[in-house]
Structure formats: structure tokens, C-alpha cells
């Protein structure tokens, strides 16, 4: 039998094109970058070994996602390598599950981008309270959002793959207003 | 309103699910002596003028199961626990009234 490989295929590609859009005069106030192919990792530590868990986590770009529950991510790793190394590592602390096809990430960078997320969330994006790699789940245009401060103007928004696109409509219409490129 | 989630921080009410009141307590038992208990378990709720338990899923945030507790005449939130806390302590309070 012939062996197969298939392309991975972001779902946002049809829908991200690049560009400038929006107010089209002055710099543009946040650009958008859809993070892909990535590999996404859920992590959700057993009873009693939450500690044990993000001790064991160090090292890699795991993000808070709940009580005892972490994202990890890895960008340009194969299919299925980083959920085989964590499963073997975690074995017994933690369950974890390949996330990497269900959800998509959206980098938006600029100096208008609190400007922007602050439309659809409710948390305190102030960088007293929310500095560079903390996390937060919240809704955003009632789609569950795992938001991550990257850096002082850049942000990740990770959502489901399935409300991806109603997302990224919504976020670049709420960006028009300073201009956006798509990169 | 805001409810402060004790993993999230401060947070609308819209991000949260009510389940309801959090004071009845589950039997433990199936014995056919505990179905009066059971039938209150199940079917009997107070309507309390004042504070109250309630259960709230952080559906649009952790996910966490909560206890809220709020006014039901002011709509004063005085706080929230996580779940697990909240029957601990229910559990020990129950131990304290035999003991």
C-alpha cells in the first residue's frame, strides 16, 4: 500500500487573506497572524498532583488553562511527536490528550490590540495584572476564548477550530476601526 | 453582577450557569427508611428571603464548579468557593452538629 501523508490545512486559510484592511490611513493599529500548523496539548493534572505536574512542565511553553490544567504548545514539531513525549513523561500525573486539529490560534500584535480585546472581554487586560505568559479563559462574541499575553502588544487567542471562523470575522470587524493587516 | 472566581479573578455573571440552591444535601443512602430524604433532597426547595447558597458552573471561564453566595433582596455578592470547599466544610459542619 502507498503510503500517504496528509497537508495539514489551517481553517482560517480561506477566510485570512492577506492584506491591509479597515482604515487605511496612518499605520495600521494591530496586525493578525494565524499561528499554524501548531502542535496544542491539553494537560489536566490527577488528584493531588498539580504541583508534580507543573514541576514537570518546565521547560516547555505550557500555558494556564483552568485549575490544575495546562495547554502546551510547540511550534514546528511532527504530527504527534509532543503529545507521545508528554504522555510518556506524564504518565501517572497527568491525562493528556492531542488538541492540535480542534483549535486555532490567532496572534494579534499592535499597538491597538488591548484596544481591541477589550470590546469582547471582561478581564483586566492592565499589564499589572495580566503581564507577559499569564493566561486567561473567558468568552469573547459568546465564543470560549483562551487568551495569553505574549508581550506588552501582543496577544494569542486560542479557539475551537469549529468557531474559528464566525471568530475571526468578528475580531477584524472590531479591528477595522484602527486598520489591520493580515500577515 | 460580578462573582469573584476564586481561579479566574473578577468575572460577569453572563460567563457563569446557576444550577441552584447548594443547602440540600445529598442522602447517602438508597434504604427504603431514607426516601423521605430523598423526596426532600429532590424535591424540596426553600425560597429564601436574604442569602443564599447557590451552585454556578464557570462555563465561559475555568469551568470550575462554584458556590456563590448572594442576597437574593440586594443582589449583593458577598463571594464564591470552589465546590469542594464548600462541601468540606459542609461535611464538617454536619460532623460538628453529631459530635
New interface residues.
Partial sequence: MTERTFNRVSPLQDVAVQGRFGADRGAVGVSFTVRHPMSIITVIARAGQGAATAEALKGYDAQWAGPDQWFVLAEGRGEGALYRELKSKLSGLASVSDQSHGRVIIRIAGTKARAVLAKGTPVDLHADVFPAGKSALTQMAHVGVHLTRVDADTYDLSVFRGFSESFWEWITEQAEEFGYQVI | MLIPCP???T??V??FTFLGDAAPTRPTTNDPSSMEAWYEYVYLRNNPRGTIDEYAHHS?????WLVVQRNTETHEVYGAVTARAFASRKEAVAKGEQA
Fill in positions: 481561579h479566574c479573578g468575572r460577569p453572563e460567563e465561559g471561564g475555568c469551568r470550575a
